[in-house]
Protein backbone atom coordinates (compact mmCIF):
# COMPACT_ATOMS: atom_id res chain seq x y z
CA UNK A 1 0.00 0.00 0.00
CA UNK A 2 1.60 3.32 -1.06
CA UNK A 3 0.78 6.11 0.77
CA UNK A 4 0.77 9.66 -0.50
CA UNK A 5 0.75 13.21 1.28
CA UNK A 6 -0.03 16.63 -0.27
CA UNK A 7 1.33 19.76 1.16
CA UNK A 8 1.41 23.19 0.25
CA UNK A 9 -1.78 24.81 -0.48
CA UNK A 10 -3.37 27.43 0.87
CA UNK A 11 -5.13 31.11 -0.09
CA UNK A 12 -3.12 33.43 -2.57
CA UNK A 13 -3.80 36.50 -4.61
CA UNK A 14 -4.63 36.02 -8.36
CA UNK A 15 -1.05 36.35 -10.05
CA UNK A 16 0.91 34.85 -6.88
CA UNK A 17 3.03 31.19 -7.19
CA UNK A 18 2.71 28.39 -5.26
CA UNK A 19 4.40 25.07 -5.09
CA UNK A 20 2.65 22.00 -3.73
CA UNK A 21 5.09 18.75 -2.74
CA UNK A 22 3.38 14.93 -2.50
CA UNK A 23 5.48 12.75 -0.14
CA UNK A 24 5.31 9.11 -0.97
CA UNK A 25 5.88 6.23 1.48
CA UNK A 26 6.60 3.79 -1.63
CA UNK A 27 10.16 2.05 -1.44
CA UNK A 28 10.75 2.08 -5.59
CA UNK A 29 9.37 5.54 -5.93
CA UNK A 30 10.72 5.90 -9.46
CA UNK A 31 9.04 2.63 -10.49
CA UNK A 32 5.35 5.10 -10.19
CA UNK A 33 4.21 7.47 -12.57
CA UNK A 34 2.98 10.65 -10.42
CA UNK A 35 0.18 12.85 -11.78
CA UNK A 36 -1.37 16.01 -10.53
CA UNK A 37 -5.39 16.30 -10.44
CA UNK A 38 -7.41 19.01 -8.89
CA UNK A 39 -10.84 19.03 -8.67
CA UNK A 40 -13.56 22.18 -7.98
CA UNK A 41 -17.08 21.60 -5.93
CA UNK A 42 -19.71 19.93 -7.92
CA UNK A 43 -17.05 19.24 -10.85
CA UNK A 44 -15.57 16.01 -11.61
CA UNK A 45 -11.72 15.77 -10.95
CA UNK A 46 -9.59 17.34 -13.89
CA UNK A 47 -6.26 16.48 -15.10
CA UNK A 48 -3.34 18.27 -14.57
CA UNK A 49 0.04 17.53 -15.65
CA UNK A 50 2.37 14.25 -14.92
CA UNK A 51 5.38 12.54 -15.05
CA UNK A 52 7.22 9.76 -15.39
CA UNK A 53 8.87 7.07 -13.51
CA UNK A 54 12.27 8.74 -14.45
CA UNK A 55 11.10 12.28 -14.96
CA UNK A 56 11.54 12.10 -18.22
CA UNK A 57 8.10 12.55 -19.84
CA UNK A 58 6.14 15.36 -18.74
CA UNK A 59 2.50 16.51 -19.67
CA UNK A 60 0.11 19.70 -18.66
CA UNK A 61 -3.16 20.06 -19.94
CA UNK A 62 -3.90 23.34 -21.40
CA UNK A 63 -5.33 25.69 -18.26
CA UNK A 64 -1.95 25.18 -16.60
CA UNK A 65 0.73 24.71 -20.17
CA UNK A 66 3.56 27.38 -19.47
CA UNK A 67 2.16 28.34 -15.66
CA UNK A 68 2.62 25.40 -14.17
CA UNK A 69 5.85 22.70 -13.63
CA UNK A 70 5.52 19.37 -12.38
CA UNK A 71 8.74 17.58 -10.95
CA UNK A 72 10.00 15.03 -9.11
CA UNK A 73 12.74 14.20 -6.78
CA UNK A 74 13.34 10.25 -6.48
CA UNK A 75 15.63 9.93 -3.80
CA UNK A 76 13.64 12.55 -1.69
CA UNK A 77 10.35 10.18 -2.56
CA UNK A 78 8.20 13.69 -3.55
CA UNK A 79 6.83 15.03 -6.72
CA UNK A 80 6.06 18.98 -7.06
CA UNK A 81 4.09 21.32 -8.52
CA UNK A 82 4.94 24.56 -9.24
CA UNK A 83 2.18 26.95 -10.17
CA UNK A 84 3.03 30.62 -11.09
CA UNK A 85 0.28 33.07 -12.52
CA UNK A 86 -2.47 31.52 -10.44
CA UNK A 87 -5.99 33.10 -11.72
CA UNK A 88 -9.24 32.50 -9.77
CA UNK A 89 -9.91 29.65 -12.14
CA UNK A 90 -7.20 27.38 -10.63
CA UNK A 91 -9.20 27.62 -6.99
CA UNK A 92 -9.83 23.86 -6.24
CA UNK A 93 -8.66 20.76 -3.69
CA UNK A 94 -5.16 19.22 -5.79
CA UNK A 95 -4.79 16.04 -5.77
CA UNK A 96 -1.62 13.92 -6.45
CA UNK A 97 -1.71 10.52 -7.70
CA UNK A 98 0.06 7.37 -8.18
CA UNK A 99 0.58 4.79 -10.92
CA UNK A 100 3.13 1.17 -11.77
CA UNK A 101 4.19 1.81 -15.18
CA UNK A 102 3.31 4.62 -17.94
CA UNK A 103 1.76 8.00 -16.99
CA UNK A 104 -1.91 8.77 -17.75
CA UNK A 105 -4.20 11.37 -17.66
CA UNK A 106 -7.00 9.44 -16.84
CA UNK A 107 -7.78 9.53 -13.25
CA UNK A 108 -8.74 5.83 -13.19
CA UNK A 109 -5.26 4.69 -14.31
CA UNK A 110 -4.11 5.74 -10.98
CA UNK A 111 -4.38 3.42 -8.03
CA UNK A 112 -3.12 5.30 -4.83
CA UNK A 113 -4.33 8.96 -4.01
CA UNK A 114 -3.08 11.25 -1.50
CA UNK A 115 -6.12 13.01 0.89
CA UNK A 116 -5.70 16.46 -1.29
CA UNK A 117 -4.60 20.20 -0.35
CA UNK A 118 -6.95 23.02 -0.77
CA UNK A 119 -5.66 25.98 -3.25
CA UNK A 120 -7.92 29.22 -3.18
CA UNK A 121 -7.15 32.30 -5.00
CA UNK A 122 -8.37 35.70 -4.52
CA UNK A 123 -9.00 38.30 -6.21
Known amino acids: QVQLAESGGGLVQAGDSLNLSCKSS????????MAWFRQRPGEEREFVAL????????YYSEAVEGRFTISRDNAQNTAYLQMRRLALGDTAVYFC????????????????WGQGTQVTVSS
Open 26 to 33: ARAFDAYS
Open 97 to 112: AASEGPPYTNAYKYTY
Open 51 to 58: ISGGGDIT
